[in-house]
């Protein structure tokens, strides 16, 4: 293989096993997040949905998603994909698919079946993300044909897993005690270092995730790989600055957990655009993003009343989708700021739109028969014991 | 003799401690326990602003010879109040017999 | 004045604070402690499967002048039960004296 | 009925349970709890080499009935002992009553 | 240096920054898996044996590995290696050896004097590890010639560490309250979360451990590079799932501490072959590694009655050993399954058994002077109060 | 863009990407070394100069520092930074300044007003740090033409932090209890065991600080880089041994926490010479930096009366300043042990000095005006409760 392809096949290599160190990031936020009692049981969902998403996404999911294209809408599937010189895809794809899936644990955690989890992870990561994927990333499909840009994922990746989460959130249900007569209560996560250290790594990580989707490195790419370290840092800056100003003004304190929310918003938004805006553009989506963030955390809480303890479904679905349609205002080629009028905006939304429905309705469908069949959430004694005592007869901490 | 239980802030600990160290009193047990009372403690956490009156606070077991009692009581009370609800409250009970474990003493020898 | 010492199921906390809450008892303290009885819970531990009899519990303490006494043991009795072993155990004692530091007041007045 | 509190070594609690067990006192509370007394540890802590009286050790509340109050304060006093400064206390005091949560029952049936 | 050595030298450079990261992971697994009187010697224990191993195999074991070899059996040793051209072998050859001394800390936990573990660590590093390397990885050794094949050190590692460790833990001895009456009783770890996280950074590590030992990425070594992390990581997959249902299976509940384990089972298992077998093959090695961790541990923890806090013999020592052996299985070249006959298997046991004598003895001998000399065992009084109290008169939670 | 090239640019992204990491082991063990009750405080402080320095040295900081030269002494600035092709550089030394930002925290830790520290970082970010840095990395500085030598920043980064670190603990003065009768009171870390994690993760990413620092990796600087990485390692492993001994020998015991803070000095004192100076000479600055660093915080902590709740003073600025001079005494080439007589000692003597002060006196100054307006320090009642109490309503761990 010559330099040029060796630097290519690296730089996925590398942005791969960044992107699979997230899957540490996210057991930590959910863990930190959460309550001490359920830690065990995070763990275990978390290693598994990346143990399935390894296994699934090999054995059939990757080609659902990138093979050879049945009516621009699915894959034609292969079982064990075993093509020797393209596994550095095979890989990278991996560790995104298993991103989707572990999304939904968090918005989800302290309630819920694990048997019902794995299940649900499982279709997941090998039906309903790689489907959606296809439409976008495969090259032929219908969202690519049209001129949907998601450069990263901020839709195919994190909105599949938020509104995943969203819909699952409510069929599960609020944690015991969460709403008392129609009044959210706080239920305090039980370490927010280990959270915090989850979101730097979730940072790292995401280097891999968005400066890794450009594919390549050598040539023309690498100072587009460049571009998007940047805009992707500035983006975070941006918004973990955001969300401790609006959480300061509207609570009087900035807040820690809004503040590790807020970069994880900026993340998330700048993830389709990373490589189409400037690096002012980032920082302005990482603003909004951050911003938006606290606001819909209050909003899904308090409104809604579904209760999401680690803000999955603003962090990764609202910010998701907002930080797709913000590339048809931002993006320096085509950008409604940049003279591009509102053609890209139009497709953004058709994307995001056609996608958003996808994932819930699907994540509907599955999570309605698990709910009819083996049942979605443990019972009420088995909750307030925690589930780490009865899940898996074992405590975290001795 | 007499047991004191007493329920401080966290933050007059190192001032209790100072005030029974003066006193000689050098010997008791503390832990850490939330108190529910008066107080209310303002939170938010992830947008929900909400008050509580679990609050968090030192909890003080000490067995002190009768003579001893009343000195120690004043001690304590100079040392742990700052006038504003929530200093705590003492409390005092009867101990019948006290023994230390190294000498198998018994009654008041044992209680220091 | 009596002191409660009361044993419970930590899934029970928020109910019994609740029927407390009921009949104005707004004053405890309580921690966490590992309690040892009658019931046994099995665990598994990297394939050693035991079963301890060590259980997490909440421990209370409310001290309550006397009149309240019996109205506070029906209202824990009542909220802290599932009738399962391991419900836990509720110890009535004498209090000789109560104070509170804020207002260095004695007797029932400081009570709550 | 008797309320017995003895402070321990940590390190001396498998002992002591073990003795209890044998007598057949299965059923009593513990936590952990700092305890200031006559021994002193050696600590140093990036170049302040200091010494503190303040030390780890576990609290265990057994609620026993008259009849058996010597033997577990024997068991106790037997199998808690090193002999060296720091071995704790233990304190015996009354109890006016006994409820078992799970049955209602009161009285020395309640005890165990 | 022309592009492609430049490629090479960075895959390697960037490998070992992985590798080193496993010590972290190391250090975690074994705090956290323990029980928290005695995290801070672990926390000494596992940065001493960094230290001493990155000085000491500078210092010698490098060459004493890799140097001009002596009869096949050991390299011409030189004092502090100053190559200003093979640097980059040096590092990543230091951060494996440091792997190596490490296993053994988490078999002895609890109960080891600091002083003697610090001596044995130091000679395994320059002595024990590297002659036994020297057999395989210099080219020259004599299970080379034999065609001996151990991709990244199934056994050479691993292996040598689990035997060493297993040899340490007889010689040390439970530790008090383990067994009474003959009977294993459990110890639960202090934090489990710390454990988690640490099998994570460990997977992550491994990327590096298994691809950076093709010690190449230019030309022909892409394809095989991203291979290797393909392998790698289905195996790791393969092993949490396996010893998830296996533990679920035989005590009622998932266990977590056990799927931990079986993620590094897994993964030990696949670095022997990582290179040698196809995608399905990895898979299956996962699978075989991640059901025998759990029977191993259930078996040296009840049956041998050897007291093996995280599991160092199972998942090292053990699995290493079956994992090296099942290249002479599932190697597409020269494997049992592929028509490659038994010859492979063959001088693949004999590897294992060499090996496996070579580090149970030495460890053995260097053990038991150091027992009859310094002891190997604090006091009994300093084991309950905890080795933080009396080897470091400090507590690491305050 | 051509294969050398991309990879100059490839791996200074990878090495930024490492250093990027090291903010999470700043506030891991910034974290660990203080006290629980204002652990949210230390995360917020730290989230937030990663924030503003990542938009402050984009918006301003990194022309100020690189820009045209203005006399040798400054460069001339340019609003948002924007040019394409220099991405990469921006990102690398983007990490660079939050690092030298962040060292301020852990000395101030537990009794410093937030926005006070915010304000500062800021100036940090764009005055102090990159007016000095000018002096010595943008090619045309005064101190360049001297031919001072600080490879990666001993001085330009660490020491920079390190006093500014000491001004700010003399101006807020000691926490609460800490000096009694005019003795040092022990104020023991609630959690070592994060603050090893935070030293290991430091380790890790200095490998990038230090060798990326080469800003290339093509042609002749592939072996700079790997022989970087070794003595990087090597002056770190000797920092931690040396740092243990001392305190061994001082103490009784061989020390958990001045151990891993030997580590860091090791790391410190290398940065400046490590690419200048052999393996051998990596090993002894380490055992200089390790050995020092303990009497250092102890003279800082007892003589001094300074409260340095993580010994960033030692760390960064004593042995940061004991680094670059060392370059003086072990360079190869120049270098007092290797007959370049005492000329570079003496320049790199100007350099520690001339920095050192620019530092202090700024960072004075900005103090002063702070102190005499919004005032640098909690009120007591805050303090004792927490700064996570008063300053963000909110506790870490519940
Ligand atoms: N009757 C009681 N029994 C046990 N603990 C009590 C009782 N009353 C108060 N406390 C403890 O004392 C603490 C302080 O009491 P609070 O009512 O808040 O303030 P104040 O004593 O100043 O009115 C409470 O948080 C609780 O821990
Ligand atoms: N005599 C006692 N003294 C102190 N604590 C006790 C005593 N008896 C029971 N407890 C506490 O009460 C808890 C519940 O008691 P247990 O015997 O398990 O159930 P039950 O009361 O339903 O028979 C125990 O875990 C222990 O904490
Ligand atoms: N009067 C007391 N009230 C409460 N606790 C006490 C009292 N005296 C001792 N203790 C507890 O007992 C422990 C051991 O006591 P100490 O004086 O150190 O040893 P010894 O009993 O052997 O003289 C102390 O750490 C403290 O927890």
Redesign the interface.
């Known amino acids: 293989m010559e330099a040029n392809a060796v630097l290519d096949l690296m730089w996925i290599v590398i942005c791969g096993i960044l992107v699979f160190f997230m899957q540490a990031g996210f057991t930590l936020v959910e863990v930190g997040f959460t309550r001490s009692k359920n830690a065990g049981n995070i763990i275990m969902k978390n290693v598994m949905d990346l143990c399935i998403g390894s296994i699934g996404f090999w054995a059939i999911g990757y080609t659902v998603m990138y093979g050879e294209t049945i009516g621009s809408f699915i894959g034609k599937p292969t079982l064990f994909y075993d093509n020797v010189e393209d596994m550095h895809n095979l890989f990278f794809q991996t560790v995104f698919a298993a991103t989707a899936a572990t999304i939904v644990s968090g918005a989800i955690a302290g309630r819920t079946k694990f048997t019902t989890y794995i299940i649900f992870s499982f279709i997941m990561t090998v039906v309903i993300y790689p489907i959606s994927g296809h439409w976008v990333w495969q090259g032929e499909g219908w969202l690519t044909e049209l001129g949907f840009v998601d450069f990263a994922g901020s839709t195919v990746v994190h909105s599949v897993g938020g509104w995943a989460a969203l819909v699952a959130a409510i069929l599960v249900g609020p944690r015991l005690g969460k709403y008392t007569n129609g009044k959210s209560n706080a239920i305090p996560g039980h370490n927010l270092v280990l959270g915090a250290l989850g979101v730097l790594i979730l940072w790292l990580g995401w280097f891999g995730f968005n400066a890794g989707s450009e594919l390549a490195i050598s040539g023309d790419s690498a100072n587009a790989v460049a571009g998007i370290v940047i805009t992707t840092n500035l983006a975070a800056a941006a918004g973990a600055l955001a969300a401790m100003c609006v959480s300061w003004i509207r609570y009087g304190k900035p807040d820690v957990s809004m503040t590790l929310n807020g970069a994880l918003a900026g993340l998330v938004a700048i993830t389709a655009g990373c490589a189409a805006v400037s690096p002012a553009g980032a920082f302005v989506i990482g603003l909004i993003g951050g911003s938006v963030v606290v606001l819909s955390i209050d909003f899904i809480d308090k409104k809604l009343k579904v209760d999401d303890p680690v803000g999955a479904v603003s962090v990764h679905g609202v910010c998701g989708a907002l930080g797709t349609l913000l590339v048809g205002v931002f993006a320096t080629d085509g950008g409604l700021l940049y003279g591009g009028g509102v053609s890209l905006l139009g497709v953004q939304a058709i994307g995001v739109v056609a996608i958003g429905a996808w994932a819930a309705a699907t994540a509907f469908v599955v999570l309605f028969i698990l709910k009819k069949t083996i049942g979605l959430r443990v019972s009420k004694v088995e909750e307030v014991d925690g589930l780490d005592e009865h899940e898996h007869k074992s405590s975290v901490y001795n | 003799m007499?047991?004191i239980?007493?329920?401080?802030r966290?933050?007059k600990f190192?001032e209790v401690?100072e005030a029974l160290h003066q006193i000689e009193v050098?010997?008791?047990?503390?832990?850490?326990?939330?108190?529910?009372?008066?107080e209310k403690?303002?939170?938010?956490?992830?947008?929900?602003?909400?008050s509580t009156?679990d609050i968090q606070?030192r909890?003080l077991?000490i067995?002190v010879s009768d003579p001893f009692l009343d000195i120690t009581?004043d001690a304590?009370?100079k040392s742990?109040?700052?006038?504003?609800?929530?200093?705590?409250?003492?409390?005092?009970?009867?101990?019948?017999?006290?023994?230390?474990?190294?000498t198998?003493e018994k009654g008041t020898d044992?209680?220091?």
């Open positions: 007499k047991k239980e007493v329920i401080i966290k933050s190192d401690k050098n010997f008791f047990s503390y832990w850490d326990v939330t108190g529910v009372g008066n403690q303002g939170h938010v956490y992830r947008g929900v602003s909400y009156t606070r909890f077991s067995v009581i304590i009370l742990a109040g700052t006038g504003m609800v929530g200093d705590g409250k003492l409390f005092v009970s009867t101990i019948d017999e006290v023994y230390r474990i190294r198998k044992a209680v220091n």
